[in-house]
């Protein structure tokens, strides 16, 4: 069963940084893409970047300038480096493993979330 474990969330106030991991187990095959995502309470869960071989990196806009998306393919784990965050960064986020592969089918995997607070 495969699972992905997030970690590296915190308070912080505006403008520091933050780094989050996503470590998964139990896969054996590279996926396709991993991501972040991110829900704040009210709010419907958002892409902040995803990363793919084909596709590179891609970021919501209000995050770009500030978030890194790295990815290490060979043991299927991901990391968020947030720069100068922003009260607005405020979320659960959440860690996301997709794509498709014959033997198993489309495959879409979450894990269970770490909390980010930006507040002074």
């Known amino acids: 069963q495969v699972q992905l474990v997030e970690s590296g969330g915190g308070l912080v106030q505006p403008g520091e940084s933050l780094r989050l991991s996503c470590v998964s187990s139990g896969s054996k095959f590279r996926f396709d893409a991993m991501a972040w995502y991110r829900q704040a309470p009210g709010k419907e869960r958002e892409l902040v970047a995803s990363i793919s071989g084909p596709s590179g990196a891609n970021y919501a806009e209000s995050v770009a300038a500030r978030f890194t998306i790295l990815r290490d393919s060979v043991r299927n784990t991901v990391y968020l480096q947030m720069n100068n965050l922003k009260p607005e960064d405020t979320a659960v986020y959440y860690c996301?493993?997709?794509?498709?592969?014959?033997?198993?089918?489309?495959?879409?995997?979450w894990g269970q979330g770490t909390q980010v607070i930006v507040s002074s």
């Open positions: 996301n493993a997709n794509g498709h592969l014959a033997r198993v089918g489309t495959y879409n995997y």
